[in-house]
């Protein structure tokens, strides 16, 4: 079985651009969480879709959204992109349930200059 | 506010000895813990789990232990093995969201 996908896998933008990053979760997952890794400050949470609807919303301002599709594949999309959301964005999905753990994809490098 | 802590940024351990990765939360709602490694340029992978309910899981080599009173984790390797060399990541679920630690970086050492 195929695992978590991410495309692409590094980026480069400048400040005030947007981005769009993409997640393929495993085949029968139907939940999909994205997640913002800093060196300074670990993982953190950003949102979880669960069929096409958004479930769980981190503490993230308005300008990161998402969506997820009927396939279950979902998309974070970063607007006026700042220099401080340079990260490490992590794609995660599990099947439904609360219980199950998460399959992380390899992350999407994001580096804004 | 940080609700999940790891309060050992590393950790140094000798190959064949025991590893003991430490993990405080804050919330008592929490229900559901889990470990998870992390290999530099791969995501995180689960390692073990464990239910509010209960206090000892084990899986092999990897051991977690719950204390609830105290809101305290903690994940023993035994033995330690290099290819355990790794960024350990505890996380805490409430309702299917998780929240994560900053990690714990461990090196085993031959």
Same mark, same amino acid.
């Given at each position: ?6 495309t692409?896998? =590094?980026?480069?933008?400048?400040? #005030?651009?947007q981005?769009? *990053? ?9 939940s999909v969480?994205?997640y913002?890794?800093?060196?300074g400050?670990? *993982?953190q949470f950003l ?8 479930r769980?919303k981190?503490?993230?301002? #308005?300008?990161?959204? #998402?969506?997820?599709?009927?396939n279950?594949r ?14 490490? =964005?992590?794609c995660?999905s599990s *099947?439904e #349930? ?6 992380f ?7 804004? *200059? | 506010?940080?609700?999940?802590k790891?309060?050992s940024?590393?950790?140094s351990?000798?190959?064949?000895r025991?590893?003991i990765?430490?993990?405080? /939360?804050?919330n008592?709602?929490?229900d /559901? !813990?889990?470990? /998870?490694?992390?290999?530099? &340029?791969?995501?995180?992978t !689960?390692l073990?789990? %464990?239910?509010? %309910? ?10 977690? !232990?719950?204390?609830k009173? &105290? ?5 023993? %390797?035994?033995p330690s093995?290099?290819?355990d060399s &790794?960024? /350990?990541?505890?996380a805490?679920? %409430?309702?299917?969201?998780?929240? !994560?630690?900053d990690g714990?970086?461990?090196t085993?050492?031959?």
């Amino acid at each position: 079985k195929a695992g978590v996908t991410q495309t692409p896998r =590094y980026l480069i933008k400048t400040r #005030g651009q947007q981005v769009t *990053l993409s997640c393929s979760p495993i085949s029968g997952h139907r939940s999909v969480s994205w997640y913002q890794q800093t060196p300074g400050q670990g *993982l953190q949470f950003l949102f979880e879709y669960f069929s096409e609807t958004q479930r769980n919303k981190g503490n993230f301002p #308005g300008r990161f959204s #998402g969506r997820q599709f009927s396939n279950s594949r979902s998309e974070m999309n970063v607007s006026t992109l700042e220099l401080g959301d340079s990260a490490l =964005y992590l794609c995660a999905s599990s *099947l439904e #349930g609360q219980y199950n753990e998460q399959f992380f994809g390899p992350g999407t490098r994001l580096t804004v *200059l | 506010d940080q609700q999940v802590k790891q309060n050992s940024p590393s950790l140094s351990v000798q190959e064949g000895r025991i590893s003991i990765l430490n993990c405080d /939360y804050t919330n008592s709602m929490f229900d /559901y !813990f889990l470990w /998870y490694k992390k290999y530099p &340029a791969e995501g995180p992978t !689960f390692l073990i789990s %464990i239910s509010s %309910i209960k206090d000892k899981n084990e899986d092999g080599r990897f051991t977690v !232990f719950l204390n609830k009173s &105290a809101k305290h984790l903690s994940l023993h %390797i035994v033995p330690s093995q290099p290819g355990d060399s &790794a960024v /350990y990541f505890c996380a805490a679920r %409430i309702q299917g969201k998780s929240t !994560f630690g900053d990690g714990t970086t461990l090196t085993v050492k031959p």
